[in-house]
């Protein structure tokens, strides 16, 4: 019996191509954002919001110009004239996103969207909003690169020139997605060892965007609970209770997403954490990322845990695309009311 029958292996085998092609939809849209911001807020929920957490993580190294990612029905008080609002969502019909469209709406704020269509495309085109119409077809955590390339290229206007690194991240993804992919390749390797414990993932704080979505993958592909934190506020805190209860901690397997080139303290921490932890837990795994860029970098790590997280669901035998509690809940809060005679598994 074929467990992924959405295909979701093809799926993200075509990432580096996604990227390409979301390149050339940003050129076509001929997207101009005349104006003077002092911040970027990026709206979304879910595997939209994702893409705002990239910009923002390279825009933390390579950007004087503060990035925001909500993930709210309502925007902070800072949003104004000066903001230049991104308004993401896939579906284009995610509530929480239209809310935040709305809200900056009356404060003015500079706005630009990205989707598939649905109602927030809808409004934009009415109120002559610029947009980036993508793709439909697709799970929103599988269109990755067409929600986050349109960001990219968009804050190039207010000087940030990512395209160099575009380009390289896709050539780091197509070198390391026929490894990735395999059966017997680093990321099914992991999954392996990711079969049947809790998974527990650690990195520093610049790499927090790739540790959320390893988590938010896991959960949705292979439908299990993982735990993430960061170096090195994990170091101030949850060291000391890991332990205890020791039967969950034994069936702990702890995930190190690393970067060569890390700072040297970030380094020594990592080497003792996992001194202290290793005779606590089931056992820990490096992971290290790929390319020169940040962009490149962070990407390298996401695609191996999106692959992790696929490899794991096979190994669970669990299609990886369907998320039936997720769509439960939406009809439900579509509805208005609980409907009891609904079932959730």
């Not at 076509?28 to 939209?48: F, T």
């Not at 197509?174 to 527990?200: C, H, M, Q, Y």
Request: proline share 4%.
């Amino acid at each position: 019996m074929k467990i992924d029958r959405s295909q979701m292996e093809h799926k993200l085998y075509g990432l580096p191509e996604q990227i390409t092609e979301a390149k050339v939809i940003f050129d076509q849209a001929d997207i101009r954002l005349d104006a003077k911001i002092e911040r970027v807020m990026v709206a979304g929920m879910g595997g939209s919001a994702i893409a705002g957490d990239i910009l923002r993580t390279v825009a933390m190294r390579d950007w004087d110009v503060p990035v925001e990612v909500v993930r709210s029905y309502h925007l902070p008080h800072s949003v104004d004239q000066h903001t230049l609002l991104i308004v993401a969502s896939y579906s284009g019909n995610t509530e929480e996103t239209l809310s935040a469209f709305h809200e900056g709406e009356g404060r003015n704020a500079k706005i630009f969207c990205i989707s598939s269509g649905g109602e927030l495309m809808e409004r934009a085109r009415q109120r002559s909003i610029q947009c980036v119409q993508i793709p439909k077809g697709l799970p929103p955590r599988c269109a990755v690169g067409y929600l986050t390339v349109p960001m990219l290229l968009a804050v190039h206007q207010f000087g940030l020139d990512l395209r160099q690194d575009i380009d390289e991240t896709v050539a780091v993804l197509a070198s390391l997605r026929d490894e990735l992919s395999s059966k017997e390749g680093a990321a099914a390797k992991v999954a392996r060892k990711l079969k049947g414990k809790l998974p527990v993932v650690y990195t520093s704080y610049e790499y927090g965007t790739v540790a959320f979505r390893w988590r938010t993958q896991l959960n949705e592909n292979a439908k299990v609970w993982v735990h993430t934190n960061l170096f090195p506020e994990l170091n101030h805190n949850e060291i000391v209770g890991l332990g205890t209860p020791a039967e969950i901690s034994r069936r702990c397997f702890v995930v190190f997403l690393r970067d060569r080139n890390e700072f040297s303290q970030i380094r020594k921490r990592i080497e003792l954490t996992k001194k202290i932890i290793s005779p606590l837990v089931s056992g820990t795994e490096d992971v290290w990322s790929a390319g020169t860029s940040s962009l490149a970098k962070t990407f390298s790590l996401i695609y191996f845990g999106d692959w992790v997280s696929f490899h794991l669901a096979m190994e669970l035998r669990v299609d990886p695309t369907p998320i039936e509690r997720i769509d439960y809940l939406k009809s439900q809060l579509a509805l208005g009311k609980r409907n009891e005679n609904s079932t959730l598994r």
